[in-house]
């Protein structure tokens, strides 16, 4: 419970920092982290601790230069005393690196499984349309690489700026107190710094979001190939998948290039700009030592401290093409988590039974993007406990409506009822915890036979299971296995058959004990053997329970108690097996088609 509110809140706080600063994806991860700020402090803290050597080591060689050049005990005093300091500074970087990397660490690797949750928790609520539409891949390539890219993003921003600020601090102030005429040549590198950051941003930005796109593109099509391999060897494609692939790698790797060369140009242009400013502070310290303006040995600091500036500049440039990656990837996650597309449940009347009765008054329905009604002006009554088969041509509306009364999808006009409730007016998941779904192609887990059976359940007695495991004629299948019930199924089921896996889909519907029943062409693609067994589980299942069904073999729903022909979205004839054989309309053609081709 406490990981699915972690991830609530994480979500919650998300959504509304996105919103408040919409196109601002920068503020928008400020916000994320807000209340853990300090943790980013403490840890920064002790990086500057654990960095302490390098950052004094420049001033404490210059001390030591100067007492040497001055000679005499003022020398012997400072080796003694700088090289103390610095061999202090030594002792405590090692417990000063543990907790800066333990706060940092922390915090980043936290927020990086609490967005992932998130993301994973606004899945499971977005609707089955908005899943129809986005390919699988890119909400994988979101999940992973740009979670991950925001996590480096969190860790540089965080972290490093305010190291780099930290640094620059102690060099300015330092230098400002020694000596303000080199603490304006040390300035000068500021507007330059900021001036190839002007120049690169947009072409950066643009370049990022490109192999973003291009990224998400690749992970869809990788995807797609690997669900499709056994198509593809089948037709002997496999040249052509190879080809299909390679140049959508090609395209990719060619936006990776392109992004490659903008960061390294930009890289380049700030190194050799800044280096051009170390050799002129060079000559200028030494110009000021040979007048006797400063000390010999403060070349050595100030060319080190120089350096410093320097580095900690190109650092802050090259932070740029970090920041707009892990940006680009806020903006990609908030498609998702701000995403509107969802099942609202919140204050609807949540049911403890149904009885299983539906009205269907009027319902119409058209995809988004298309003109043409899928449904039109539906009506119809369904009883308790009454069985009734949908058929007809394919696009005639029938699996939109299954996904209507499982509430997949709600009516652009008109309205469905159960047991007298408007299904819009109710809280969905309470509802479908009295229905359960065999679909066409079983979808199975990698796990074990019982895991599969009993999914999402828990305190299944061995006398439930055993139960439904017969019911669903799978007796004699797992008496035959190594491990029986404990036996591991392959990813999608692949070690067993068609039959075996809508068995143990109708075995995890039956031990469910729902009051409705939903069967979208359970036995389609089965064999004559398998279907004959498949049908038998199929009738206990059904046996005393309101149940719908869609099925393309029209022998199969002989024993539904009403079959309704549906063609342009409507319901054109209903009756019986035996009355509409009678009548010779639709479903008669339909059906002595079918027995004729068989």
Not at 24 to 38: A, C, I, N, S, W
Not at 468 to 483: R, T, Y
Request: aromatic content about 8%.
């Amino acid at each position: 419970m406490a990981k699915i509110q972690g991830s609530e809140i994480y979500e919650q706080k998300y959504v509304k920092y996105y919103k408040k600063y919409s196109g601002k994806p920068l503020l928008v991860l400020l916000g994320f982290y807000k209340g853990q700020y300090h943790k980013f402090l403490i840890s920064s803290i002790f990086y500057l601790i654990k960095h302490s050597p390098a950052l004094f080591s420049s001033l404490l060689i210059a001390n030591v230069i100067n007492g040497v050049i001055e000679g005499g005990d003022a020398a012997k005093t400072a080796i003694i005393v700088n090289t103390g300091i610095w061999l202090g500074l030594l002792l405590i970087h090692l417990p000063a690196n543990y907790l800066h990397s333990m706060y940092r660490s922390r915090v980043t690797r936290q927020t990086e499984a609490g967005l992932r949750a998130a993301l994973v928790r606004k899945l499971q609520e977005l609707s089955i349309p908005y899943h129809t539409q986005v390919q699988s891949g890119r909400l994988q390539s979101k999940i992973i690489r740009d979670v991950e890219a925001i996590e480096t993003l969190s860790s540089q921003m965080f972290i490093n700026v305010i190291n780099i600020v930290m640094n620059l601090t102690i060099m300015i102030s330092v230098t400002a107190v020694k000596n303000r005429t080199i603490l304006f040549f040390f300035l000068l590198v500021a507007p330059i710094a900021s001036f190839t950051v002007i120049a690169f941003r947009k072409k950066i930005s643009r370049e990022n979001r490109a192999f973003r796109m291009e990224m998400e593109e690749t992970s869809a099509r990788v995807m797609e190939m690997v669900e499709m391999v056994p198509v593809t060897r089948a037709h002997a494609l496999e040249d052509v998948e190879k080809e299909r692939i390679s140049r959508q790698l090609e395209q990719t790797a060619e936006s990776g290039y392109r992004l490659d060369m903008v960061q390294s140009n930009f890289g380049a242009v700030g190194w050799v700009v800044f280096q051009i400013f170390q050799a002129l502070c060079l000559a200028f310290t030494g110009y000021l030592a040979l007048n006797g303006k400063i000390m010999v040995g403060d070349i050595t600091f100030y060319q080190t401290g120089f350096t410093t500036v320097v580095n900690q500049f190109t650092a802050l440039i090259n932070l740029l093409p970090v920041m707009t990656k892990g940006l680009e990837s806020v903006s990609s996650i908030g498609e998702i988590l701000s995403s509107e597309d969802i099942e609202h449940n919140e204050g609807k009347e949540e049911l403890e039974d149904i009885r299983g009765t539906y009205e269907i008054y009027r319902v119409a329905y058209t995809y988004p993007g298309t003109e043409q009604k899928v449904l039109n002006g539906l009506t119809m009554k369904v009883k308790q406990g009454e069985t009734i088969a949908f058929v007809g041509e394919s696009g005639a509306g029938k699996s939109t409506l299954l996904n209507m009364l499982i509430g997949f999808m709600l009516p652009d006009s008109g309205n469905i009822r159960v047991d007298g409730r408007d299904l819009g007016d109710i809280n969905l998941k309470s509802y479908r915890r009295f229905i359960s779904v065999v679909p066409q192609m079983p979808l199975l887990f990698t796990g074990t036979l019982r895991d599969n059976i009993t999914y999402g359940m828990e305190n299944v007695s061995e006398e439930e299971l055993d139960r439904a495991v017969e019911a669903a004629n799978l007796k004699n299948f797992v008496s035959n296995l190594p491990d029986g019930l404990d036996t591991m199924i392959d990813e999608h089921g692949g070690n067993l058959s068609g039959g075996q896996r809508q068995r143990i889909s109708i075995a995890r519907a039956i031990i469910r004990d729902p009051k409705v029943i939903i069967l979208d062409e359970a036995t389609s693609a089965l064999d004559v053997v398998s279907e004959r067994e498949i049908q038998e589980a199929l009738n206990r299942l059904v046996r005393g329970r309101t149940t719908f069904i869609v099925a393309h073999r029209l022998s199969t729903v002989k024993n539904a108690d009403r079959i309704i022909v549906l063609s342009d979205g409507k319901a054109v004839e209903d009756g019986n097996y035996n009355e509409l054989m009678e009548k010779r309309g639709i479903f008669y053609h339909m059906e002595k088609i079918q027995i004729n081709e068989t």
